[in-house]
């Protein structure tokens, strides 16, 4: 095998379980809150998680965009 072939050469994708049973579960909780009480706390809660998460995105889009020594996996 060439260096080109082998550069080539697809290597199978493996599944995630423990990701997608995380994201099953993550969105199956949040629909079932239409099932609840409504209450200020669990609002208040949800609105820090949901900011909390936008800030980790951002500081790791920049992070990889920004600092050469940052490697990440395609």
Do not use: N, Q
């Amino acid at each position: 095998m060439t260096a080109a072939t082998s550069a080539t050469a697809k290597t199978p994708l493996r599944f995630d379980w423990f990701a997608t049973l995380w994201m099953i579960g993550i969105h199956g909780m949040t629909i079932s809150t239409v099932f609840t009480e409504f209450s200020w706390l669990g609002l208040g809660i949800g609105f820090a998680f949901y900011c909390l998460t936008g800030v980790g995105i951002t500081v790791g889009f920049h992070r990889l965009l920004s600092h050469r020594s940052f490697k990440a996996s395609k």
